[in-house]
């Protein structure tokens, strides 16, 4: 398939042609908020007669850990990704991810410690399976997309990633803000549970198939891409230095990314500005769901255009992005937000008013725009420099390190605000400042990534020879 081909698919062809991506991811990021969009709720349903600060240090735990088991995980998925059929695999995780949920709305409500440890367990168990979605994804695009195609696929996944974030963020809200959480757990859990069940109707692609060297050769059917990671490979390209400095900089950009997410809605929830669960939620898609769209499908094209001039184009966008983020956010937090009431803080109308929360809209537009341009570009860049064989466990070990970030991130922020009595300004400084590294750590990667990929070229034309021979 071409890339004009692949142009005249469209948004909903391009979702077509990969829809167990879809099917499996979405879900997640249809749950992947009810947490943070709801951390006062959740916190009183766990502790009904204590303050949110009294246990923010917990409450980070709890979104921390979820993070740290899914990196783990996704070292096993990743490496089975490489192995075996990613649709089986994709089926499983994404059963075992609803079912958990069916189980969460069970968990008995406050019994403080009690109720936290159930809900600890259940977090746990979604995050081991959601750990499979990622490297399963890289390795099924890498054998569905070409180069050239890679951001616009990327873009589409995003967006509608964002979108459907966005919903499940209002759709949560709603239900725990009734009351209704257990219902929320049971219904949403039983459909990603029947989601995972559909997914094995889909088809299995050919590994290699989309390498610009053996996309040729493997169109044939009776010659199979049958090579599998070993100790050589991962010496000759997995250990090279451009991997290794993605490694590094992952931890240090995902505490970057993950600390406003768990800091902002606490902050903008509690006093003095108390914004209701559902005004958040409706905040953040008339604001943030532009930016998404923009930042995904727009700047997907142009990433894939500088790319074609470069692949170091595709790290400054990355790095442009992480520093517009730190940048953004930092003013987030500095916006001098008037004091409402709860009352006031339901009344979206109200809030409105005020000039300084279209400020805050504004702010929310560009960080999802600028947000856009790392997810779009980072995955083209680890494929670029790595095997076909490689695609699950290359994905899952820089998952694994971002996890890391991703679950230290909360609990630093948690203990951090804790320790400064509330002090949001100094605990989004100190946290974001660290997670700024992993832009620098990029620039120094444009140092290497030319002769990376053409060691992986160079492999990949000798495989060609092989197979061509054989």
Known sequence: MTNQDTESLGFFGLIKKVWPCFASYLPFAFTLSVFYINIKVVSIIIWPLDSFEVH??????????????????????????????RIKLFSLSTFFFGLSFVLNGFVPEGLNYTTFSLFLIFIII????????????????SDKSKEDEKSKFFGVLNSTFQ??????????????ESGLWRSYFW????????????????????????????????????ILYVYKLNMNTIKDTILKPTNLVAFAEGIFTTILLSVPDFLLVAYIQTPPINFSPIVSSLFMVIFGLPGSVIGSLVFANISDKLAKKSIKNRVYLIVISLVGIFSIFMIVFLLPLPAL???????FFLILSYPIFWVLG?????????????????????????????QGFISSANQFLEGIGYGTGPILAGILLFLFDGNYQITVTLTMSLGILGAFLWVIATKWIEED???????LMDRREELNGE
């Open 362 to 390: 504004l702010v929310a537009f560009l960080a999802r725009s600028i947000l856009g341009l790392y997810s779009i570009n980072q995955p083209p860049v680890l494929q670029k420099i790595n095997l076909p064989e490689s």
């Open 453 to 459: 990929i053409s060691r992986i070229s160079k492999i």
């Open 187 to 222: 219904i949403f859990g039983l459909i990603i549970s029947i989601i995972g069940i559909l997914i094995l109707k889909a088809e299995e692609p050919k590994r290699a198939s989309t390498t610009e060297e053996l996309h040729e050769i493997l169109a044939r059917s009776d």
């Open 56 to 85: 923010a240090g917990e409450i980070g735990v709890l979104f921390g850990i979820s993070t740290y088991i899914l990196a783990i995980s996704g070292i096993i998925f990743g490496n089975l990704a490489d192995r075996h059929s």
């Open 341 to 347: 009431t709860s009352l006031e803080g339901q009344d």
């Open 126 to 141: 979604r995050g081991f399976f959601s750990g499979a979605f990622w490297p399963l994804i890289n390795s099924y695009l």
């Open 163 to 176: 979108l459907v974030q966005l919903i499940g963020m209002i759709t949560a809200a709603f239900f725990f």
